[in-house]
Nanobody, 114 residues
Framework: QVQLVESGGGLVQAGGSLRLSCAAS????????MSWYRQAPGKKRELVAT???????NYVDSVKGRFTISGGSPGNTLYLQMNNLKPEDTGVYYC????????WGQGTQVTVSS
């Protein structure tokens, strides 16, 4: 059974840091693109960061210089280091694995207070 399980969310003050983890299991994700998405209340889910199977990374402009995506293959644990957090970073953060199929985690809540 394929599972993506996120952890590491919480409540933090603006300017603080959090590190999200996504433990992926149930299949070989070495050829998959791994991503972090987030969804703020009342807004559409948006792509935050992506890491390819060869380690290339991409970020949405609003998090460049503050967030770092790492991990994925071969350990199958994906990370998102989030520094200098802002209230607008608040939302539910989801891990996604995309390849022949698409898999999602259940999400972890991040709340940044001003």
């Amino acid at each position: 059974q394929v599972q993506l399980v996120e952890s590491g969310g919480g409540l933090v003050q603006a300017g603080g840091s959090l590190r999200l983890s996504c433990a992926a299991s149930g299949r070989d994700f070495s050829s998959y693109v791994m991503s972090w998405y987030r969804q703020a209340p009342g807004k559409k889910r948006e792509l935050v960061a992506t890491i390819s199977s060869v380690g290339s990374t991409n970020y949405v402009d609003s998090v460049k210089g503050r967030f770092t995506i790492s991990g994925g293959s071969p350990g199958n644990t994906l990370y998102l280091q989030m520094n200098n957090l802002k209230p607008e970073d608040t939302g539910v953060y989801y891990c996604q694995a995309a390849g022949g199929f698409e898999y999602w985690g259940q999400g972890t809540q991040v709340t940044v207070s001003s």
